[in-house]
């Protein structure tokens, strides 16, 4: 089990810079990239025709996504811990914790307490290459702890206040305590449409949409997937 754990670490370190690739427009052939870009995985998911229907991604980007992630781990299973573990690796000088839980349960779609591969690049789809809707339903559903689908005010207190501690001190290095309520007081006076208390998803996707401020808030949000 070590050894299998530490594989799906040095995996997903692979799957990391693989999406970095992906993000910058870097995922080329090149001769550096050969030996991990190109060679044939071993295992290849089920069902890969079926992913590329589904999501935005290429067959050749699959490919490279899938190696990252499963190749070094037969199991092809990230639990939260190792995944909290990952996360953390970018964001050494603040708490990942707490928001890579968060983010953990928003993978984890089907409320198993691990993340497939499927899983992953399903939403990485939507959050890299979906429209502003998807994006902000996916969004959404991460504020929404309790999935009763609403948003309240501890709810995305709990999320803002996360992904301040997980930027660390050096990022926001005169934030005072209070920073993140003031944050979401500023949230709600514009998406709590009729004042009871709680931010429904018509709500959510009307407000980012007509707000160009609250839009460029998200996208703070957004960065740091």
């Given at each position: 089990?070590?050894?299998?754990?530490?594989?799906?670490?040095q995996g997903l370190v692979k799957f990391a810079l693989s999406l970095h690739?992906?993000?910058?427009?870097?995922?080329?052939?090149?001769?550096?990239?050969?030996?991990?870009?190109?060679?044939?995985?071993?295992?290849?998911?089920?069902?890969?025709?079926?992913?590329?229907?589904?999501?935005?991604?290429?067959?050749?980007?699959?490919?490279?996504?899938?190696?990252?992630?499963?190749?070094?781990?037969?199991?092809?299973?990230?639990?939260?811990?190792?995944?909290?573990?990952?996360?953390?690796?970018?964001?050494?000088?603040?708490?990942?914790?707490?928001?890579?839980?968060?983010?953990?349960?928003?993978?984890?779609?089907?409320?198993?307490?691990s993340i497939k591969f499927e899983d992953f690049v399903t939403a990485l789809?939507?959050?890299?290459?979906?429209?502003?809707?998807?994006?902000?339903?996916?969004?959404?559903?991460?504020?929404?702890?309790?999935?009763?689908?609403?948003?309240?005010?501890?709810?995305?207190?709990?999320?803002?206040?996360?992904?301040?501690?997980?930027?660390?001190?050096?990022?926001?290095?005169?934030?005072?305590?209070?920073?993140?309520?003031?944050?979401?007081?500023?949230?709600?006076?514009?998406?709590?449409?009729?004042?009871?208390?709680?931010?429904?998803?018509?709500?959510?996707?009307?407000?980012?949409?007509?707000?160009?401020?609250?839009?460029?808030?998200?996208?703070?949000?957004?960065?740091?997937?």
């Open positions: 089990m070590a050894g299998c754990a530490k594989r799906c670490k690739k992906l993000v910058t427009g870097t995922l080329i052939k090149d001769k550096a990239d050969d030996d991990l870009e190109m060679t044939m995985v071993c295992h290849r998911p089920e069902g890969l025709d079926q992913l590329e229907a589904q999501t935005n991604f290429s067959k050749r980007e699959l490919q490279v996504l899938y190696r990252g992630f499963k190749n070094e781990c037969p199991s092809g299973i990230v639990n939260e811990e190792t995944f909290k573990q990952i996360y953390s690796q970018f964001f050494p000088h603040g708490d990942a914790s707490t928001y890579a839980h968060y983010l953990f349960n928003a993978f984890d779609a089907a409320h198993t307490g789809s939507i959050l890299l290459r979906g429209t502003v809707t998807e994006k902000l339903q996916w969004t959404f559903n991460l504020y929404d702890i309790n999935r009763d689908g609403y948003i309240n005010k501890e709810e995305m207190t709990d999320i803002v206040r996360a992904i301040y501690d997980m930027m660390g001190k050096y990022t926001y290095p005169v934030l005072k305590t209070d920073a993140p309520r003031q944050h979401v007081d500023a949230f709600f006076q514009k998406m709590d449409k009729n004042r009871d208390g709680v931010v429904t998803l018509d709500e959510f996707i009307l407000s980012c949409q007509e707000d160009e401020n609250i839009m460029r808030s998200l996208q703070l949000f957004e960065n740091v997937i």
